[in-house]
């Protein structure tokens, strides 16, 4: 079988959302947009459910339907995106808590669904979602007098520590939330990683649950095995792969694995990514190709039946890092190709 191995351990995720419980004064959620990025949301937000995460929250309301038939009645289950129009069946007949973006959301939910739960979103300074703070000022009674379950925000910068914005966000969330008597949530996994301050009453991490910076302590989540499919010898002087952008500069040995950027394998990361046999690093040569990748093994000394591309030696980060971006974009990138095999739950 050409097809790679793509191992999750339940296991680790539940043990990265118990390090962030620890840590964390409030209650801590889980966050499973994505796919739960990108790892399978229902065995996921079960196996974080079984350790005790009692909320959720998913990117659009089709996820938070999806997450309800999987997790059934009594978990809460917040929508980022708020009311949507077309949303009202799904969130009065998934029981879903919409995070209300803005006075035509909140207008548009009251009207369809009078008495449902909902949440507000607010902006300290994102500018990506949420009501800002004049539109909040204007709307705070008549939202409070609905009894909102929830009014959250969101950090900019919340993975590096030492930004200023982190503060200013801060201070903009108190102002926003004082003296309103409703649950507070601000932190996402390096909110949490801030301190008690940044806390309030609910977080939400995703990335850290899922073995990714800025939690530096998570347990890794993701281990990709891919098999080998030929091995040959090249003189000095071959090329490989598209382009002849490696050109061998001695007696090789490469090897040919199944699996390229339609997998998520992005092919930024050529250049600088090694795969590993055991614990001996086998460099890629040349370009990443849509379903294959040329891995030189010469040094192995023999032919491996796969190689590991994530694991003990490659976390997401170090791909990330390898292809310039970040190892949230590695996880959501990974492919359906792959053979999924979950340890533990
Ligand atoms: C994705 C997201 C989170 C989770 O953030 P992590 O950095 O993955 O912990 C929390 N809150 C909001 C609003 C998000 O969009």
Redesign the pocket.
Known sequence: MSTATLTIDLDAIRANWRALDALMTGETAG?V?ADAYGLGVGKVARALAREGARSF?VAMAEEGAALRAELGPGPAIHV?SGHMAGDADMIGDCDLIPMINSIDQMIRHVEALPGHAFGVQLDSGMNRLGMEPAEWAAMRDVALEQTPALLMS?LAC?DEPDHPMNAQQLDAFRAMTAETGVPLSFA???GILLGPEYHFDLA?????LYGGLPFADASPVVTLDIPVIQCRDLAPGETVGYGNSFTAPRQMRVATISAGYADGILRAMGPKTNLWAEDVPCPIAGRISMDLIGVDVTDLGYDPKSLELLGRHNSIDTLADNADTIG?EILTSLGNRYSRRYLGG
């Open positions: 966050v947009k929250f980022f969101h919340a996402n996994t390096g939400r991490p995703g990335i850290g949230y």
